[in-house]
Structures are given as structure tokens and as C-alpha cells.
């Protein structure tokens, strides 16, 4: 079975930095892109980051652009989301997520989510 | 970026009804539209990929139409455990973006 585990989520001040990260098993990582999606309690879904199969190739959604970096490590079935500069704003559900083939244009597999608060 | 508009943004339907939720995009977006499922406390579930492929597992009675800027999901006989909130989401182009949500409530 595909598995996507989410961890890494804590409550964190304005400005502080925090690292999350997805290990994932039942597939072949390192074929699959990979997205992180964040919903801020009580809210829409956000889509955040894309990460191609190889790190080669990224992207961000304007509201994170500059703050935050997702990376993998595909030799241990990892991906990660390395948040800087954080604001209240960024206080969401963070989830993984994955298309059913390498260049899928839909998310069709989910972790549960690994909570982020940005608070003082 | 390009914006996703749904309505309504809430529905109160009965059992059997035809419920039919609209999303437009702010530009043509050929069929890149993709259409989830998300109960509360749970992770999407995807219903619809590219505008009206039926993912694998997902009851008949949804169904998904359109092209360029309008779409549209349709509950052909709405059931009790379609109580949810639906979003579309287009990958035409990144960023990706979601509509902001359709609540479906079951009388």
C-alpha cells in the first residue's frame, strides 16, 4: 500500500524557521514528482511546493516563494519542506501528496497532514 | 496566477437529488482540472482528474464536463455520504490552485 507520513510540525514563533518532512513506502520514490498542500483551520486547500522526481526542478506558490524550500532525498524515501521567515499566516495542516504516475497532473495520494503553528 | 471561482460555496440538498457544483477558471485552462473530496478531519480524496476521468473507486454517480474556463461536477443521485466539502484545482500551469470550496450538505 502507498504510505505518505507527514512529521515535523510543531507551534513555532513569528520569524522562526522549521523543517517537515514526508517518508513515504509502497512505491518507487524516486519515479514519482512530489507537492506539499496546506489548509489553514477551517479553510480552503492551498497548494504549496512541486518537487520533480530528481530535485531538478521546483516550484512555489507566491505566497511562500523565498521563505520556503522543498528538497528530497530519494535514498531515503524522503521529502522535506524547509520553512523560513514563518508568519501567522502560515499556521495550516501541511499535507504531502502525490500523482498515480510520474508526471500526473492530479493528487491522487495524501499523507494525514502534520499540523503547523505560527504563534507567540 | 490563474484564479478558481466554484459556486455556490454551500448547497443544501435531499437524497436523490442532481446536485451540480460550477468552477470557472480565470483562464482557459484546456482540461487540466481535477475535482477532490474532502471530508472533515480527512485528506482530499481525488473524485475527477483531467475534467471528467472517473478515478478508480469512485461511485458512478459523479461525474465531471467542461473545457477552456467552465467545468462542472455533477452528484447524479446524492447520497447521505456525500456530505463534504469539493474543491476543483487546475494544473495547467504553477502555481496550482484550488477553488476555495463547495460545501454539500445532505437533508
Known sequence: DVQLVESGGVVVQPGGSLRLSCVVSGFTFDDYAMHWVRQAPGKGLEWVSFISWDGGSTSYADSVKGRFTIFRDNSKNSLYLQMNSLRAEDTALYYCAKGPYSTATELRDWGQGTPVTVSS | ?107
Open chain 2, 1 to 107: 496566477d490563474i484564479q478558481m471561482t466554484q459556486s455556490p460555496s454551500s448547497l443544501s440538498a435531499s437524497v436523490g437529488d442532481r446536485v451540480t457544483i460550477t468552477c470557472r477558471a480565470s483562464q482557459r485552462i484546456s482540461t487540466y482540472l481535477n475535482w477532490y473530496q474532502q471530508k472533515p478531519g480527512r485528506a482530499p480524496n481525488l473524485l475527477i482528474y483531467t475534467a471528467s476521468g472517473l478515478q478508480n473507486g469512485v461511485p458512478s454517480r459523479f461525474s465531471g464536463s467542461g473545457s477552456g474556463t467552465d467545468f462542472t461536477l455533477t452528484i447524479s443521485s446524492l447520497q447521505p455520504e456525500d456530505s463534504a466539502t469539493y474543491y476543483c484545482q487546475q494544473s495547467y500551469s504553477t502555481p496550482w490552485t484550488f477553488g476555495q470550496g463547495t460545501k454539500v450538505d445532505v437533508k
